[in-house]
Structures are given as structure tokens and as C-alpha cells.
């Protein structure tokens, strides 16, 4: 075809990359360095496909295998679609590897294309989530033997959940010869597919390529090598660079409107000139381009066109057909002016839209009334693909009125996502259902069970608890109506509701579960948990009993061990030592080893309550064993985020804080959804900015940590944050309001017999006590908890008696012994910190009377200090070593104690981050600190270092330099 041919039906497309050159190096680069990652994002129609697909033909990436697919907008509850589709047409090239392993034969299902080339079908499992690891260890085996290889997922954004949960497996095993590329628009990104693409494994090289708009002189290129001549005008230029704001596609749709127009004129020079654009009232956007192009086909064309935008999938002709209403030969004379024109492309024998903004620019202007035909056809279309690609026919059924119809479908889309594992497709199908439908009460009853079920196994469930409810306005069958208020409460509890809601919730389901033991138990032990602080502990304990009771009726093993957790979890909160068996009994049960996800739910649980009760060896333990039973459930990131929540209470307990700023606020995010779970790395992190140091932090957030625990029912939490809310308080003469801010929560533990965690609370509530002269009140309560926990299981009691006990008799040597004592019972816990506090409080009482021994604690608490990075005890404890003339080992002025001239860990890290060029405060929003912060540790490197600016420190942080 000629230039001239070319122009005159309308095709737009550049034949030269435009503006993107710097991308392209960089994308061919990563393409060809493997193990490596790169995403490409871009808003749509900025160029993301056209820049993949000049990466596939450069020299540098010629002899690798090309693996492409995309994601689609109408997502069909049949997971890992892009990747099937990358692999489907690989059979020969297997058939010629070796060294595929069993594991492959996995792959028979998703994959019977390449059934003649892959080993054995295995076994099925009954665990879902073994079966996922499984079949994802296979993908990753077969794209590992195809030899260098470069796999590309366009349109990410669109991605179904498993397709995520495989990549991020995927870039955590990344065979050495394959590269990854990845697109996606930002703004349509979910978290999920940010946090993969964002964290590859540290071999694995990884680069982020962000497509922005072309400016007015590259805008000004593109027209000029869409046209085909250099002589395009800047006024031109800058003319079509303000309607189209650089964006690729509207700068080809523009250029293709105004051809068919007529309105591009060459002036005599041979310049290329806009002809009275003004007066042309060109939209600013694509879609009237669009619809204006389309407009000026011929009618089989058009109609065609039509179809093309209500299918939105790559379609074969014969769906085009059916739906288009035309005969086959009026269908392919359309079709040939859509593809000559660069409307639609071909891709692997089917049809499609160049580009999704054109197909919704034409599928907007299709009247109400033919859409809904259209997509009646359409629905009838897809029927006779197989297998049915049931998203697209409910979607079809759903936008042709056809409702009746769309539910029953729906409702298969819906069972085969849960089928593969894939929830929250489920989710999406189901809520759409129940909001949309007509249906009658009791189908609606069932529907809505089944959503509740799948949105339990999300890692941010939605809001749908009202359809729930609206499905218990009407009767339902009392086992269905069991479940639905069931379903309500561990709903509300996952999004963090009032906990009294929740315990009607369970209260209302427990007596029509009778014929599922398995719920009902699960229903008593939440209403075990002290949850709700009007209820007793009496009532607690009876639910737990029950529980306990039913578990024999169960009749599942992995049940019955998850309810045994549940009641263990709560009896530990309590001090009732039979916690200690029922957590052997979990152990004998499943050998020490969790496979399903309900037994490590149970080791999880056990193991946050062990942790907050003083029991970190036990908690370790039994963490640890969950924690390699997460990880071997690669179908969800759910189990394991879970552990490594508690793995964050067990890190601060035991003192181990190295990078434990960054795994709290990695938590953080992950958990934005979920307040109840995001409670605990809240805790954690106004914790830690008070050690640390950060005291404009810890005063805004421990007192809202407090506040908000209490309205969640964390009460297994609250000792965390009301002892650093009070001991900050208790400094800055603020005691008598702490007192009163946190009388509720006393109250709490008071209700709920809670004293063997709330004791670690103790010592700070005495300190605040005796700051206001309440030190006989203060002494009642350290008496009284002395005779409560005496036989119960409360391994903290001795450590925090005697640590309160100190502060009743502060500055005296009996207050010293005291201080010691503690300090010794929280060593043999483990507890660093708590013991770091207590030598230094007794050190301070033995200088009081004038006791030479006073240094030997004192200096074992700064040490102490020093390796935990608790800055601002630190300082305190610095300032009695200089008020009595005691020397500091290892203090260096002006940096963080224990590194002397060296720079400290994080030093380095603030100092190369200032020598890039970042800002403070873009250098804590990196590293999760206030710029105050990052202030003080980049003030300690440059007088370590000798320095006096951050560009002296940018060339002493060379690449040849190796900093103290």
C-alpha cells in the first residue's frame, strides 16, 4: 500500500517510535540481562504495547522466545488466563526440553494443549492451596526448561487474583534465563500488583518504566512520521499537542479525523498546516474522533465495528458474524475496512480493537436499545465457544437485560472461580448478582452464604455485609439463617466493627447451627473471646467449655484442630492453664507440621496470645511451624501476612529490632483494609517510635492506638500501647490525665480476668500512680494482682510485680533489689527491653544512696539500649551516666551509640539516599521515619564523616568510595 492509499483510508500509525527511546533502552536492556523484571505503566493509549512490541523486535532481544499475554477487561472465572496463554502454542518447543520433573504433569488440567509433552497427570490433593503451589510450581518449571525466554503480561491492571499470586511466586523463583515484562496503567493498579512488581528477589535485576504524555516537539515528531513528512508546523504541532495532551492514541485518532475531514492542507512550501482548526471544533479527547471515524465507514463496516465493541475480546469472524447481524461476506468486506483503517487488529487468527479506548469510544455511542440486542446476540455467541467462557456470557446476559438468564449463569462463574481457588472473583460476581437481581428470598439466602464464605477468604474482604443482612429479612431455613449471622460476625470482625455487634452477630447464629458442629463451635469461641466489655468472664468461660464439648461431633480433623486453637488462644488470654495442653493436643494432632490453612491458623493464634502472656519460647515455636505452613500456601499471601503480624509482637517482646521498622510498615500497607489485624503493627510501630526516640509520633499515635484497640476489643493488645502511652505521659508531668485516659482499659481487664497479659501494664500504671501521690492505691492493685495470678498461668506476673513494687518504694535500696529482681525474671522470659528499663531504674535508686554498684546495671542497661536502638531511653540513661561521672563505652558524639566512628546501618542508608539527591521528608516517606528524625541521622554521618553539605557527601558516597 502507497502513502497516498495509506491516507486516504484513514490508517494513523506511526511507522517510528516516537519520544520513547530512553524507555526502550532501558526496556530492551532488562528484556536481555535475565533473571530480570520490568514494569512498563502507563495511563491507556499512552503507548505500552507499541513500546513491548518494538522491545520483541530489537536485535538485542532476537533469539530469545517471545511469551505473550494479556488480561482481559471481561474476566472469565478461569484463573491464570495471560499465562495460558502465553504458553498454550509452546508444545514442540517442550517436547524437544528436557528435564521436565512430575511436578509438570500438574499442568494437564489448565493446559491440555501441551497434554502430549507434559508428564503424568498427579494425584489430586484435598488441601486447594497445595494444589495451587503445586500447579504454580509447575508453570514456573516449564517457563525454566523453554531456555531464554521473555514472558509478557500486558494490562496487568485487569489481572484475576491467582495471576498476581503467580507472579509473585514466579519473581521470588525466577529461572536465571527468563526475563519478565509487566504493563499496567497506575491508576487502575491495586496494591496487590504493586507490592509484587515492587519487592523481586534481590538477584533478580528490576527496572519500572513510566510512560508519561509526549510534550508539544514530540507531539509535533508523531504527526510528522504518521504523515510521512518532515514539513509539519510547529503552530500545527503545538495545536494538536493541546487537544490531545500528548497521548499517543489521541494524537493518531486526531490526525486520522482530520484527514477524513479533509482539513490537512499542505501550504505551497510543502509544510504541513492546520486549516482553520478552529473552526473545526475538534474534541479534546478520543472519543468523538472515534465515533466520527466510524461514522464515515461504510454501514457493514460500522455494524461490524459495533460488534467488535460489545465483544471487547479478540473474537474469531464467526462471533463477528453472529452478532453484527450480517452475512459472512458483508462481514468480512467490514471487517477489511476496520483493519486496513487500524481500527481493529488481527492477533493469532481472531479480531479485536487496536486499542480499548476506541472500542469504548464506539461502544458509548451505540443506542440503548441495539446494545442490548448486541449483547443478547453476543451472549448467544459465546454460548457455542468451548468451554464456555462463562464471564463473558454473564456479563452479555447482564448488559441485554436479560437477568433471569445472567443469574443462572452467573452463578456457574461464580462456583468455578471458587473451584480455582479464585475468590475474589467470586466476590465480584456475586455481589454484582445480589445487588442487581430480582431474586426470590431463599435463592438469595444461599447466594448470600456463599458470598459471605468467599469474602471471609480475602485478604481485604468487601463491604457486603448489608446484602447478608438483607438476605435475613426475609425467613430463611434456620441452618441458612445460622450461617448468614455467623458469616455477619467474623465479617464484621475482619473490618474491625463494634465487637458488641459482632457477639449478637454469633449469639444469633449458635442455636440453628446444631446440625454443623463445625460452626457452632466456631460460633462458642468467638463468644469465648473477650471481645464485648460488658460481658463477664463467667460467660466467656462457659461458651469456652461448650466449644470444647462439641469439638468430638465435628467429625473433621482440620476442624476440630482449628477450634482447639481457637479455645487454647482464649484460655491462654486468661491465665487457665489448660491452654498448655490443648496447644500439645494441636501439636499431636497434625505432628508439629500445619498443612491446611486451618491448622495454621490455630498455630498462629496460640501463638499471638502465648506472646503477649510472657511465653515467647512457646510462641516462637509455634509461630515458626505456622509460619512454614503459610509459606508453602502460595495460592494466598493471607496466612503468611498473618504470621508475620505476630511475628512482629514476638520481635518487639524479645527485643529484636533489626528491620523492624520496615517489616511494620511494609504490614502497615498490606493491612490498610483490615483494621482489627492492622491494630497490631499500629501497636508495634507507636511502640517503637517511642523507643526510638520519635516522640512527636508517639504522642500523636499511642493515645490513639489505645483508644482505638479498645473500640476493636484487642484487649490482648492494649498492655503494649497503654504502657508506652503511660510512661510517655509519666515524663512530661503528664501522669493524672494518662491515669484517666486509660481507666477504661483497666476496667476491661478488670471484666475480663485479662490481668495475665495486662500485668506487663502494671509497672507504668504505679510509675503514673505514685507520680501523683497515689502510691497506697498503686499498692492495693500490685497486692491484689499478686494474690489473683497466684496459680494461674501469667509467666510476666513476677517480672512486672517486682518492677511496679520498685517504683512503690522508688529511690530507696529495697526499690534497687526490686528493680533487679525484675530485671532477672525478664531476662530468663526474654525480655530485653523491659529488663534494659529495670537495671536502669535500679541503678538510678543505688546512685540515690550513694551505692558504687549503681554503675554495673547502669551500664548494662545502656548496652542494652545501644544494641536495641531505643534512643530515647538511651539518652535518659546517658544523662544519669554524666550527672554521676560514669563513662559511656562506645558512645561517639553526634551518632547512634555503639557504632563509634563508623557509620551505623541506618546512617549509611539516610546518607546515600541525601547523596541521590531525596529530600528529608522524601527520604523518611522511603525509609518509614519524620524528617526530624532523618534530620538527626544525617546530621551523625556528616560529622562522622567529616563533612559540611549533602554534595560533599554525594562525592565521598561515590561508587569507588567506601564510607567508614
Not at 453484527?324 to 483493519?339: P, W
Not at 502460595?634 to 518487639?652: I, M, N, Q
Not at 517489616?663 to 483490615?674: F, K, N, Q
Request: proline share 5%; charged share 25%.
Amino acid at each position: 500500500m502507497t502513502v497516498e492509499e495509506r491516507r486516504a483510508v484513514g490508517r494513523v500509525i506511526s511507522p517510528v517510535l516516537v519520544g520513547r527511546e530512553e524507555q526502550l533502552q532501558r526496556l530492551v536492556a532488562a528484556a536481555s540481562r535475565p533473571p530480570a523484571v520490568v514494569v512498563v505503566e502507563g495511563e491507556a493509549g499512552i503507548g505500552k504495547t507499541r513500546l513491548v512490541a518494538e522491545m520483541a523486535a530489537h536485535a538485542d532481544v532476537a533469539g530469545r522466545l517471545l511469551l505473550s499475554g494479556a488480561c482481559r477487561r471481561i474476566r472469565e472465572p478461569f484463573p491464570l488466563g495471560p499465562i495460558v496463554e502465553a504458553l498454550r502454542g509452546t508444545s514442540e518447543l517442550l517436547a524437544a526440553a528436557a528435564g521436565l520433573s512430575p511436578v509438570a504433569g500438574a499442568l494437564r488440567g489448565l493446559l491440555p494443549e501441551l497434554a502430549g509433552v507434559l508428564p503424568p497427570a498427579l494425584e489430586p490433593l484435598d488441601d486447594r492451596a497445595a494444589e495451587r503451589h503445586r500447579l504454580f510450581r509447575g508453570l514456573a518449571e516449564v517457563l525454566g526448561v523453554l531456555g531464554p525466554a521473555v514472558l509478557v503480561v500486558e494490562d496487568l491492571h485487569w489481572a484475576d487474583e491467582q495471576t498476581v499470586e503467580f507472579l509473585a511466586y514466579l519473581l521470588a523463583v525466577l529461572p536465571a534465563w527468563v526475563s519478565v515484562v509487566l504493563t499496567y496503567r497506575g491508576e487502575e493498579a491495586v496494591a496487590g500488583i504493586r507490592e509484587v512488581t515492587g519487592r523481586p528477589a534481590d538477584s533478580v535485576y528490576h527496572d519500572h518504566v513510566v510512560l508519561t504524555g509526549l510534550d508539544a516537539e514530540q507531539t509535533r515528531a508523531l504527526a510528522a512520521s504518521i504523515l510521512e513528512e518532515e514539513g509539519v508546523t510547529p503552530e500545527f504541532g503545538a495545536h494538536l499537542y493541546e487537544l490531545s495532551s500528548g497521548l499517543p492514541l489521541a494524537v493518531q485518532e486526531l490526525l486520522a479525523l482530520l484527514q477524513t475531514r479533509g482539513a490537512l492542507i499542505r501550504l505551497r512550501s510543502g509544510r504541513w498546516a492546520r486549516k482553520a482548526l478552529e473552526e473545526l471544533d475538534v474534541p479534546p479527547g478520543v472519543r468523538d474522533s472515534v465515533r466520527e471515524r466510524v461514522g464515515r465507514l461504510p454501514v457493514a463496516a460500522r455494524r461490524v465495528a459495533e460488534a467488535a465493541a460489545v465483544l471487547q475480546v479478540p473474537v474469531a469472524v464467526t462471533a463477528l458474524t453472529e452478532v453484527a447481524g450480517l452475512s459472512r461476506a458483508g462481514t468480512v468486506a467490514g471487517l477489511d475496512e476496520l483493519l486496513v483503517s487500524g481500527l481493529l487488529a488481527e492477533r493469532d487468527g481472531m479480531v479485536v480493537f487496536r486499542h480499548v479506548l476506541a472500542a469504548q469510544a464506539v461502544y458509548g455511542g451505540i443506542p440503548l436499545g441495539r446494545r442490548q440486542d448486541l449483547h443478547a446476540r453476543a451472549a448467544a455467541a459465546v454460548r457455542s465457544v468451548e468451554p464456555v467462557p462463562l464471564g463473558q456470557r454473564a456479563h452479555h446476559l447482564r448488559q441485554a437485560d436479560l437477568l433471569h438468564e445472567w443469574v443462572g449463569v452467573a452463578e456457574q462463574a461464580a462456583d468455578q472461580a471458587s473451584q480455582l481457588g479464585d475468590d475474589a472473583e467470586a466476590v465480584r460476581i456475586l455481589e454484582d448478582v445480589l445487588r442487581n437481581a430480582p431474586l426470590e428470598p431463599e435463592r438469595r439466602g444461599h447466594l448470600a452464604a456463599r458470598l459471605g464464605w468467599a469474602a471471609c477468604q480475602v485478604l481485604h474482604p468487601p463491604k457486603v455485609i448489608d446484602l447478608l443482612s438483607q438476605a435475613l429479612e426475609s425467613e430463611q431455613p434456620g441452618p441458612l439463617r445460622g450461617q448468614l449471622h455467623f458469616l455477619i460476625g467474623v465479617l464484621q470482625e475482619r473490618l474491625g466493627d463494634d465487637p458488641s455487634v459482632q457477639r449478637r452477630a454469633f449469639a444469633a447464629a449458635v442455636d440453628d447451627l446444631g446440625d454443623r458442629p463445625d460452626l457452632a463451635a466456631w460460633v462458642m469461641t468467638g463468644l469465648g473471646r473477650p471481645m464485648d466489655p460488658a460481658v463477664p468472664l463467667t460467660e466467656h468461660a462457659y461458651w469456652l467449655n461448650r466449644a470444647l464439648e462439641t469439638v468430638p461431633a465435628i467429625g473433621d480433623p482440620v476442624e476440630e484442630v482449628f477450634v482447639l486453637g481457637k479455645v487454647a488462644t482464649s484460655l491462654s488470654g486468661i491465665g487457665d492453664p489448660r491452654w498448655a495442653a490443648l496447644a500439645e493436643d494441636v501439636h499431636r494432632r497434625t505432628g508439629g507440621r500445619p498443612r491446611h490453612r486451618q491448622e495454621v491458623n490455630a498455630y498462629r493464634s496460640i501463638a499471638e496470645n502465648a506472646c503477649c502472656a510472657g511465653h515467647f519460647q512457646t510462641a516462637d515455636q509455634l509461630l515458626s511451624a505456622a509460619t512454614r505452613g503459610a509459606a508453602e500456601d502460595d495460592s494466598s499471601g493471607e496466612p503468611l501476612a498473618r504470621c508475620r503480624l505476630v511475628g512482629l509482637l514476638l520481635a518487639y517482646g524479645r527485643g529484636r529490632w533489626a528491620r523492624l521498622d520496615q517489616e511494620v510498615a511494609v504490614l502497615l500497607e498490606e493491612y490498610g483494609g483490615r483494621p482489627f489485624d492492622r491494630i497490631t503493627a499500629e501497636t508495634v510501630a507507636a511502640c517503637l517510635a517511642l523507643a526510638r526516640g520519635d516522640l512527636d509520633t508517639a504522642r500523636r499515635d499511642l493515645s490513639d492506638v489505645v483508644q482505638r484497640t479498645m473500640e476493636l476489643g484487642g484487649y490482648e493488645l492494649l498492655p503494649l500501647s497503654v504502657t508506652g502511652f503511660l510512661r510517655l505521659s509519666a515524663a512530661h508531668g503528664q501522669a493524672e490525665a494518662s491515669l484517666a485516659a486509660t481507666g477504661a482499659a483497666v476496667a476491661v481487664w478488670e471484666t475480663k480476668g485479662l490481668w495475665p497479659l495486662a500485668v506487663r501494664a502494671v509497672p507504668a500504671l504505679a510509675e503514673a500512680m505514685a507520680a501523683i501521690g497515689r502510691q497506697d492505691q498503686a499498692a492495693d492493685l500490685v497486692a491484689r494482682l499478686s494474690a489473683t495470678l497466684d496459680g494461674l498461668d501469667a509467666p510476666l506476673a513476677g517480672a512486672a510485680l517486682a518492677h511496679a513494687r520498685g517504683h512503690l518504694t522508688a529511690g530507696s535500696r529495697g526499690a534497687a533489689a526490686h528493680f533487679l529482681a525484675a530485671a532477672s525474671a525478664y531476662d530468663g522470659l526474654g525480655a530485653t527491653y523491659e529488663a534494659a528499663q529495670a537495671r536502669e531504674l535500679a541503678a538510678g535508686c543505688l546512685f540515690a544512696v550513694g551505692d558504687e554498684r549503681a554503675e554495673e546495671p547502669l551500664g548494662a542497661a545502656i548496652t542494652a539500649f545501644q544494641e536495641l536502638g531505643a534512643g530515647w531511653d538511651l539518652d535518659r540513661a546517658a544523662q544519669v551516666a554524666r550527672r554521676h561521672g560514669v563513662a559511656m563505652k562506645g558512645r561517639y558524639p553526634g551518632g547512634p551509640h555503639g557504632y563509634g566512628p563508623t557509620l551505623s546501618p541506618r546512617e549509611r542508608e539516610v546518607a546515600a539516599m541525601a547523596a541521590a539527591g531525596l529530600t528529608n521528608r522524601e527520604i523518611g516517606r522511603e525509609l518509614f521515619l519524620s524528617p526530624k528524625t532523618v534530620e538527626k541521622h544525617l546530621s551523625a554521618a556528616l560529622r562522622k564523616l567529616g563533612l559540611r553539605s549533602r554534595a560533599a557527601l554525594g562525592t565521598h558516597l561515590g561508587p569507588n568510595r567506601d564510607e567508614p
